[in-house]
């Protein structure tokens, strides 16, 4: 089985409120890219990847006026996709939905957020993911109140074999200090961000807690709006969101594992940068960064599962590289790239345990 994680740049803008493609050649909030241009890529895109299941981060809006599986079922019509049904969560308010698009021959899926609702006074250990978490982020024993702008999407999973894992869909809060007038507000903001995208984490992590302790088959896939060494408040607050999610630390049976989440030359060899899977131009610098933001993270049971991870980097991904118009449309299509995970998930045997 492949499942991918795709965040795709304001794919909202990509519809009509009916939910038709807009095929026009007005402009999508990609760089001189226009919509029917973008929609073009991100069909070839989804043919390329032939996954049974893709995380689609940035979905198009779900609100009073809009439908996202209608939208992202028109899409795999428009285009054929096997991938031709979808799923969505809990709705935010940012126009930029956590869904899943999904092959119905192999994968059966619903919506099945744990945890019991806390409003604005919040819960305090790990309320479900549409309410508020009470912590204390600063130390100062007054708590804190944290919500998810994306609330993560929770998923049970059922191969057409009958085998049955979690599936739990992530777009974690940016560290960027939107609003900053001079150093000063970079560094205050900054911080701010990164303490409530930590307490977010924490969430999350209690919840992949509680699915390791039940001993859940479980995949946490998303755009994490973090990586290894991303920035200097890694240093500051001594580990990265994504280490909290993951278990970093922790004994192996507590952890969760994708390979680009790991640091160090012994992952990344002699390469002369670390892997990749988002690219935005720096208007100051004029010149394009790269950054390591997405990724696949699978419980131990599913360990010995032949697992195979791959990010479809059009230039560091040398059979991309060969075909101009997969490498093209990857350009075109999103700041992101995809990351999928090649598994061997209907096989009838323990996933829980890897036996």
């Known amino acids: 089985m492949r499942i991918a994680t795709y965040n795709v740049e304001w794919m909202n803008l990509l519809f009509d409120d009916e939910g038709r493609l807009d095929m026009s050649d007005r402009w999508s909030a990609r760089y001189k890219?226009?919509?029917r241009e973008q929609l073009e890529a991100l069909g070839l895109?989804?043919?390329?990847?032939?996954?049974?299941?893709?995380?689609?981060?940035?979905?198009?809006?779900?609100?009073?006026?809009?439908?996202?599986?209608?939208?992202l079922e028109s899409f795999a019509a428009a285009f054929e996709l096997r991938q031709r049904r979808a799923a969505i969560g809990f709705a935010n308010h940012t126009e930029q939905e956590i869904a899943l698009l999904y092959d119905p021959d192999k994968l059966t899926v619903r919506h099945?957020?744990?945890?019991?609702?806390a409003g604005k006074k919040?819960?305090?250990?790990?309320?479900?993911?549409?309410?508020?978490?009470r912590i204390d982020l600063d130390i100062d024993d007054t708590p804190d109140h944290v919500t998810f702008s994306k609330p993560p999407l929770e998923l049970d999973a059922v191969c057409a074999s009958g085998t049955r894992f979690r599936l739990i869909g992530v777009h974690v809060k940016s560290k960027a200090p939107h609003g900053a007038r001079n150093e000063a507000?970079?560094?205050?903001?900054?911080?701010?961000?990164?303490?409530?995208?930590?307490?977010?984490?924490i969430w999350l992590r209690r919840r992949v807690e509680a699915h390791l302790e039940a001993?859940?088959?479980?995949?946490?896939?998303?755009?994490?709006?973090?990586?290894?060494?991303?920035?200097?408040y890694e240093e500051l607050f001594g580990r990265s969101g994504l280490d909290i999610i993951a278990g970093q630390g922790q004994p192996a049976?507590?952890?969760?594992?994708?390979p680009h989440a790991q640091v160090g030359p012994a992952v990344h060899g002699s390469a002369a940068r670390p892997p990749a899977t988002a690219r935005f131009y720096n208007d100051v610098e004029k010149r394009y960064l790269s950054a390591l933001l997405d990724f696949v993270m699978i419980s131990p049971g599913l360990m010995s599962r032949r697992p195979a991870w791959r990010i479809w980097h059009p230039f560091d991904d040398a059979e991309i590289y060969a075909v101009p118009e997969l490498r093209e449309a990857l350009l075109a299509a999103s700041?992101?790239?995809?990351?999928?995970?090649?598994?061997?998930?209907e096989a009838s045997a323990n996933l829980a345990t890897g036996v």
């Open 112 to 117: 099945d957020p744990l945890g019991d609702f």
């Open 335 to 345: 700041d992101h790239f995809p990351v999928t995970l090649d598994i061997e998930l």
């Open 185 to 201: 507000d970079v560094m205050r903001i900054s911080i701010a961000n990164r303490r409530k995208q930590l307490a977010q984490c």
């Open 122 to 133: 919040g819960g305090g250990e790990a309320p479900r993911f549409d309410g508020t978490l």
């Open 45 to 71: 895109v989804f043919t390329a990847l032939d996954a049974d299941a893709v995380l689609i981060v940035e979905a198009p809006d779900q609100s009073r006026h809009r439908d996202t599986v209608v939208a």
């Open 33 to 35: 890219v226009t919509r």
């Open 253 to 258: 049976q507590a952890r969760l594992f994708d």
């Open 215 to 232: 001993g859940d088959p479980l995949i946490v896939l998303g755009d994490f709006n973090d990586g290894p060494g991303l920035d200097e």
